[in-house]
């Protein structure tokens, strides 16, 4: 069998004369070359007008080059301008400039903020397509890692036990410098210790900076390399983290809203993103599907009565996951009846639990009980309660709104469009830890972290577009825009 052993190296080549034959006509580089040219860059805040000084390269030069690296899995600055060089998407793409990486890395940093705003101009274009109804939204998160290692994670103790020892090796650099200057032989070793005695110094500043971080936001621990990141614990382990919200629409699984947060937990973030996904959507959801882990009825009181919230309780999920559960005994609080009119509830036996007050703790749950001599005489004491003064039942000042979720996410049609919620919801932090290779930021700071993810949303939809109406539709699309 013969071997092929290509051209030689000294022979004239035979690449096409004009750039632009470099690509085919659906190639999805012109996706997003088009996608670009489409975007309002005065609304991003990026201004187009030469300005007198040296020379820079032009700013949507720059930006499809992030945009479009970003979305192969190119994400490095060094990797952006070797691609400049030796890519023939890029080359097309850039009109052969070759900025080197101190150049995008200046770029990304100082135009972080209007980079941000690309995915809001994104959602109104797949809206204006049609390709985005916001009727049904589903909200998720997933932990990203931060770029930032656990042993930079202090707590206030850590900070206060660090700082001492700072202190007493500053007194001793000290010490020394102040030997060293009276010796006319130690001059090299004076300079030597006063730098180090700066750096010290600088190291003090920062861990104080830390420790008024901790104590303004009553944090338990600061990582000194990223204060924004957080410890958190995931799949792969605990480290330092971002919580990654990502709001998708129903229709395609476009991503209408994604943002980073410092927070460990999705407890607290429902009202934010629905509110932030109906700011570049333009209309409110009818819709809001999200897992167990947002349940907060403080937050979903709030929620707009019109927008119906599928979402099971903490109980229900846990009976999706353990089907075979032993089913509730007789005396559970769900046979125990509340009379509102009275604020009373009523056992199954028909004795009165009344109102005793609210728990010191956790004020929104209020405590019935019912007398110690009715529970005693009662012939279900011991297997109803064991306790002396008589039966609790726990009444959460949000009950009215935990039953109506739980009615809601029970019926057929909650059921059915919690189905689809992991197709649509979990698709895009899939996209983008395997196929993008983002499980990890390269950013610091929640501010920058926010770019990347603001980029990354915007990699994702695009690629959806490409795959939903094709790259030769899409391209007259954002044309006509």
Known sequence: MAFKFGENRDQTTFL?????NYVGPNDPVRVYDAFVNALDFYE?????????GAERFDPVKMLKLIIYGYSYGDRSSRKLERACRHNLSYMWLMNSLQPDYRTIIRFRSD??????KVLKQCVRMCV????IEGNTLFVDGSKFRANAS???????EDIEKELVKIEEHIDDLMAEAEHLDQSEDGLPSLAETREQITDRQQLADCMKDCLRQIRSENRPSINRVDPDCIKSKSRQGTHAMYNVQSVTDDKHGLIVHAQAVSESNDNNQLTSQLKAAVENTGKPPKVACTDAGYFNPAQTKDIDEDIMVVMPSPQQAHEDKNPDKTPPGPFDKSHFQYDKEQDVYICPEGKILKHQGVDSERPHRHIYQATAAECNRCPHHGVCTSG?????????EYEGIIRRQ???????????????????????????????RAGQFLLRGRAKVNTEVSVLATCFNIARMITIIGATKLIAEFRGT
């Open 44 to 52: 991003l805040g990026i201004s187009l007008v030469p300005q007198a």
């Open 406 to 436: 739980e009615e809601v996410y029970a019926s057929e049609h909650g059921q059915a469009i919690y189905k689809r919620r992991k197709q649509r919801a979990e698709h895009p932090f899939g996209h983008w830890k395997r196929n993008l």
């Open 128 to 131: 204006k397509m049609d390709l």
């Open 150 to 156: 656990l042993k930079h994670n202090f707590s206030r």
């Open 111 to 116: 135009y972080k903020d209007a980079i941000k």
């Open 388 to 396: 002396r003064s008589g039966r609790k039942v726990i009444r959460s």
């Open 16 to 20: 096409p004369p004009v750039i632009d």
